[in-house]
Protein backbone atom coordinates (compact mmCIF):
# COMPACT_ATOMS: atom_id res chain seq x y z
CA UNK A 1 0.00 0.00 0.00
CA UNK A 2 1.48 3.47 -0.99
CA UNK A 3 0.64 6.11 0.93
CA UNK A 4 1.37 9.90 0.11
CA UNK A 5 0.71 12.30 2.81
CA UNK A 6 0.84 16.25 1.07
CA UNK A 7 -0.40 19.58 2.64
CA UNK A 8 2.05 20.23 4.91
CA UNK A 9 3.69 23.88 5.12
CA UNK A 10 4.64 27.23 7.30
CA UNK A 11 1.87 28.76 9.13
CA UNK A 12 1.66 31.08 11.73
CA UNK A 13 0.76 30.41 15.36
CA UNK A 14 -3.36 30.20 15.26
CA UNK A 15 -3.63 29.22 11.66
CA UNK A 16 -5.07 26.08 10.23
CA UNK A 17 -4.09 23.92 7.73
CA UNK A 18 -5.17 20.80 6.20
CA UNK A 19 -2.94 17.69 5.40
CA UNK A 20 -3.74 14.94 2.60
CA UNK A 21 -3.05 11.61 2.50
CA UNK A 22 -3.62 9.66 -0.70
CA UNK A 23 -3.95 5.86 -0.61
CA UNK A 24 -4.10 5.18 -4.25
CA UNK A 25 -4.96 1.28 -5.47
CA UNK A 26 -7.79 -1.00 -3.61
CA UNK A 27 -7.74 -1.15 0.07
CA UNK A 28 -7.83 2.06 1.68
CA UNK A 29 -11.71 1.58 1.73
CA UNK A 30 -11.76 -0.90 4.41
CA UNK A 31 -8.71 -0.04 6.20
CA UNK A 32 -8.42 2.40 9.21
CA UNK A 33 -6.36 5.16 9.08
CA UNK A 34 -3.93 7.15 11.31
CA UNK A 35 -1.81 10.16 11.44
CA UNK A 36 1.58 10.31 13.51
CA UNK A 37 4.04 13.12 14.40
CA UNK A 38 7.28 13.64 14.99
CA UNK A 39 8.72 16.94 16.17
CA UNK A 40 13.04 17.01 16.25
CA UNK A 41 14.93 15.18 18.78
CA UNK A 42 10.99 13.42 20.05
CA UNK A 43 9.85 10.04 18.86
CA UNK A 44 6.92 9.68 16.58
CA UNK A 45 3.29 10.27 18.37
CA UNK A 46 0.32 9.12 17.57
CA UNK A 47 -1.65 11.68 16.45
CA UNK A 48 -5.51 10.65 15.37
CA UNK A 49 -7.36 7.98 13.47
CA UNK A 50 -10.18 6.79 11.98
CA UNK A 51 -11.83 3.72 11.35
CA UNK A 52 -13.03 2.30 7.46
CA UNK A 53 -16.29 3.85 7.48
CA UNK A 54 -15.06 7.01 9.29
CA UNK A 55 -18.21 6.32 11.98
CA UNK A 56 -15.17 5.78 14.56
CA UNK A 57 -12.29 8.25 15.53
CA UNK A 58 -9.88 8.18 18.16
CA UNK A 59 -7.75 11.72 19.47
CA UNK A 60 -4.66 12.07 21.44
CA UNK A 61 -5.29 14.17 23.78
CA UNK A 62 -3.36 17.29 22.02
CA UNK A 63 -5.49 16.91 19.06
CA UNK A 64 -8.61 16.56 20.78
CA UNK A 65 -10.74 19.88 20.15
CA UNK A 66 -8.09 20.99 17.56
CA UNK A 67 -7.89 18.72 14.77
CA UNK A 68 -10.43 16.75 13.22
CA UNK A 69 -10.03 13.67 11.12
CA UNK A 70 -11.94 13.00 8.17
CA UNK A 71 -11.68 10.24 4.96
CA UNK A 72 -13.56 10.15 1.71
CA UNK A 73 -13.39 6.66 0.44
CA UNK A 74 -14.62 7.41 -3.22
CA UNK A 75 -11.54 9.32 -3.18
CA UNK A 76 -9.24 6.73 -1.73
CA UNK A 77 -7.50 9.75 0.74
CA UNK A 78 -7.85 10.70 4.22
CA UNK A 79 -7.58 13.94 5.90
CA UNK A 80 -6.27 16.16 8.96
CA UNK A 81 -7.58 19.37 9.59
CA UNK A 82 -5.61 20.80 12.22
CA UNK A 83 -7.01 24.46 13.66
CA UNK A 84 -5.30 26.51 16.18
CA UNK A 85 -1.66 25.44 15.63
CA UNK A 86 1.00 26.25 18.08
CA UNK A 87 4.27 26.23 17.45
CA UNK A 88 4.36 22.82 19.21
CA UNK A 89 2.42 20.97 16.56
CA UNK A 90 5.86 21.71 14.34
CA UNK A 91 6.80 18.35 13.31
CA UNK A 92 6.95 15.82 10.18
CA UNK A 93 3.42 14.72 10.04
CA UNK A 94 3.08 10.44 9.10
CA UNK A 95 0.04 9.19 7.59
CA UNK A 96 -0.81 5.00 8.18
CA UNK A 97 -3.05 2.86 7.65
CA UNK A 98 -4.01 -0.73 9.62
CA UNK A 99 -6.95 -2.92 9.46
CA UNK A 100 -8.39 -2.02 13.02
CA UNK A 101 -8.94 1.69 14.71
CA UNK A 102 -7.57 -0.05 17.81
CA UNK A 103 -4.65 -1.32 16.33
CA UNK A 104 -3.57 1.29 14.41
CA UNK A 105 -2.95 3.86 17.35
CA UNK A 106 -0.21 2.01 18.49
CA UNK A 107 1.16 -0.42 15.58
CA UNK A 108 0.26 0.81 11.67
CA UNK A 109 0.72 -1.41 9.22
CA UNK A 110 1.87 0.58 6.19
CA UNK A 111 3.54 4.15 6.62
CA UNK A 112 3.58 7.04 4.08
CA UNK A 113 6.34 9.34 4.35
CA UNK A 114 5.71 12.55 6.06
CA UNK A 115 4.79 15.86 5.59
CA UNK A 116 6.45 19.09 7.74
CA UNK A 117 4.46 21.05 9.35
CA UNK A 118 5.98 24.32 10.85
CA UNK A 119 4.12 26.66 12.95
CA UNK A 120 5.77 30.01 13.41
CA UNK A 121 5.55 31.90 16.88
Known amino acids: VQLQASGGGLVQTGGSLTLSCAAP????????MGWFRQAPGKEREFVAA????????SYADFAKGRFTIFRDNAKNTGYLQMNSLKPEDTAVYYC???????????????WGQGTLVTVSS
Open 96 to 110: ATGPFLVAITTKPTY
Open 25 to 32: GRGFSSAA
Open 50 to 57: INWSGLST
